[in-house]
């Protein structure tokens, strides 16, 4: 028997046993089908909670009021200095009479407060930063600066949405590698049964002096080929039901609250996690399932 390497009859044995076991290979394929979308999916919100809590950091400033006393040049000059503080990403500065303005806005009825003073608000900038983690760090630096009389900052929400981004982060990492186990664990056990029916075929090739690797090879490509084919059906399943979510939250004007990625705009990182995912899944389990039955 040659035990060269042979691809050609190696992928003309696998797909000869997935027909040949046509139960097991489509419960391999359920398997591998229900473990990517239960990945994907979980991979998927935490891409869309990712999103919405950059852009919720992109949104957040501070206030930095300016003293009273200083003239036009001068401000300029402390817009500048701020400026050139790390992690400030940009600077905008607002007069007295756009905060009065911003301040009513706020309001409903602004009647009320329409007759409150223009002295009574103070010249400012805006302030937003680079990364939220060093939003305090940023804050006690401009605060220093001379001409900044006061800020007015979110420290705690700042701090609850690097808190929320590094739980939501490590909790689908490790949801997402648990399920990778389990999917591993699951799709070996699978392609075990499949391999238990062949054991006396095995047991056969080895006494007429094939190597492990001879053995091993087509159950490795019938794995490989499983998995590709869950693959394609768990990325055509999981497309379905994101775009059904998607129009849903379109169609109900929730879109502002929860601006969710479209799935055109995701579609080919997504095929190709799940191809690679099926591949290994479907690969590695049928190379852990030959093993034990190569000790003849």
């Not at 290979?25 to 990945?39: G, P, Q, R, Y």
């Not at 600077?91 to 329409?114: M, P, Q, S």
């Not at 056969?204 to 492990?212: E, P, Q």
């Not at 004007?253 to 055109?264: C, D, K, N, T, Y």
Request: charged share 15%.
């Amino acid at each position: 028997m040659k035990n060269r390497f042979n691809i050609g009859y190696f992928i003309t044995e696998g797909f000869r046993s997935i027909f040949a076991h046509g139960l097991m290979s489509f419960a391999a394929v359920c398997m591998i089908v229900a473990c990517l979308l239960i990945m994907g999916s979980f991979s998927l919100v935490a891409i869309n909670a990712e999103r919405m809590l950059s852009q919720a950091e992109d949104d957040n400033e501070f206030l930095a009021i300016i003293d009273e006393t200083y003239t036009d040049a001068q401000i300029g000059q402390l817009q500048a200095q701020i400026e050139g503080v790390s992690n400030v990403a940009s600077v905008t500065f607002i007069t007295r009479e756009e905060a009065k303005a911003n301040y009513l806005g706020d309001y409903a009825d602004e009647g009320l407060y329409a007759d409150i003073p223009d002295e009574v608000f103070r010249d400012r900038f805006s302030v937003h930063v680079v990364d939220l983690e060093l939003f305090s760090q940023t804050v006690a630096e401009v605060d220093a600066l001379t001409g900044v009389v006061s800020i007015r900052a979110m420290g705690e929400l700042a701090d609850g949405f690097v808190t929320v981004r590094n739980v939501a982060t490590a909790l689908a990492t490790a949801l997402v590698l648990i399920l990778a186990a389990v999917s591993l664990f699951i799709i070996s056990n699978t392609i075990r049964l499949a391999t238990f029916a062949r054991r006396e075929e095995i047991a056969i090739m080895k006494m007429c002096g094939a190597t492990n690797g001879f053995v091993r090879w087509p159950f490795v490509f019938e794995g490989l080929m499983l998995g590709l084919t869950g693959a394609v059906i768990a990325f055509f399943v999981q497309w379905g039901i994101y775009a059904a979510i998607y129009r849903a939250v379109v169609a109900n004007g929730a879109i502002g609250m929860f601006p969710l990625l479209s799935f055109g705009a995701i579609w080919a990182p997504v095929l190709g996690v799940f191809l690679l995912a099926g591949a290994l899944i479907g690969a590695c389990g049928s190379g852990f399932a030959i093993r034990r039955f190569l000790q003849v």
